[in-house]
Nanobody, 126 residues
Framework: QVQLVESGGGLVQAGGSLRLSCAGS????????MGWFRQPPGKEREFVAT????????YYAHSVKGRFTISRDNAKNTVYLQMNSLKPEDTAVYYC???????????????????WGQGTQVTVAS
């Protein structure tokens, strides 16, 4: 079955960096859009970034654009989220997800993704 496993979360000071990884198994990874979402404490899950299968198209939430970079290595069945200039408001559980299809309009909707990882905690201290 499809499995997505995130890693790389942790505690970091504001202004610092982290790189999250999401390893996929049980799927032909290179055929799918992959995305990152996050759920801050006490809030709903929100879109962070997405990348298409060939890495030619990426989309970002306004709040992370210019600070976060999504990338993928299809040979390793892994998608990454490089997070720089972290802020306390970036504190959340971060999830990777497999896209149902490519869309230039629906990419930010959680319903556009069908498999999710278990999440990794990112805490940014002020």
């Amino acid at each position: 079955q499809v499995q997505l496993v995130e890693s790389g979360g942790g505690l970091v000071q504001a202004g610092g960096s982290l790189r999250l990884s999401c390893a996929g198994s049980g799927l032909t990874f290179s055929r799918y859009v992959m995305g990152w979402f996050r759920q801050p404490p006490g809030k709903e899950r929100e879109f962070v970034a997405t990348v298409n299968w060939s890495s030619t198209n990426t989309y970002y939430a306004h709040s992370v654009k210019g600070r976060f970079t999504i990338s993928r290595d299809n040979a390793k069945n892994t998608v990454y989220l490089q997070m720089n200039s972290l802020k306390p408001e970036d504190t959340a559980v971060y999830y990777c997800a497999r896209g149902r299809y490519y869309s230039s309009t629906d990419y930010y909707l959680s319903g556009s993704y069908d498999y999710w990882g278990q999440g990794t905690q990112v805490t940014v201290a002020s």
